[in-house]
């Protein structure tokens, strides 16, 4: 099964929920005789030539095997997007990159001219206001 299409299916999920899904899918793949070579072999020696036995290490072997495949994907596409996201907050960072003079805070668009956010400048005033009589 593509991972998409897997991804769909246990995406929103709990993780006992997730779980069912797997299981649901390995027995989808041997009604349809599509068996995972891996999880076979791996099946077959712990079976130890009893049927049932195979087929019980079969089904836990590919869903061990399907739950690491979708955790790798899942961290790839997690990679990917953080990626992308620091790209964007990069180009957002050259593009515009004042800070507040006295805290450091990032500046809002709106304030591109001056040097100070506006919690800075709030107190400022209010400093001015007591000093100035």
Not at 45 to 69: C, F, P, Q, S
Not at 79 to 102: F, G, I, M
Request: glycine share 6%; net charge positive.
């Amino acid at each position: 099964m593509n991972f998409e299409k897997m991804r769909s299916r246990i995406f929103g999920l709990e993780d006992r929920l997730v779980e069912d899904e797997l299981y649901r899918i390995v027995w989808e793949e041997i009604e349809s005789n599509k068996i995972d070579p891996a999880a076979r072999a791996r099946s077959i020696e712990e079976g130890a030539g009893d049927e049932g036995k195979t087929r019980a290490a079969y089904i836990k072997h590919r869903v061990r095997r399907l739950k690491t495949e979708f955790e790798i994907h899942q961290r790839e596409l997690n990679e990917k997007n953080e990626r992308a996201k620091e790209a964007v907050d990069k180009k957002s960072a050259e593009k515009h990159p004042k800070t507040c003079s006295l805290c450091g805070t990032k500046l809002g668009l709106f304030n591109a001219r001056g040097s100070l956010c506006a919690s800075c400048s709030k107190k400022i005033l209010k400093t001015k206001r007591f000093v100035h009589f």
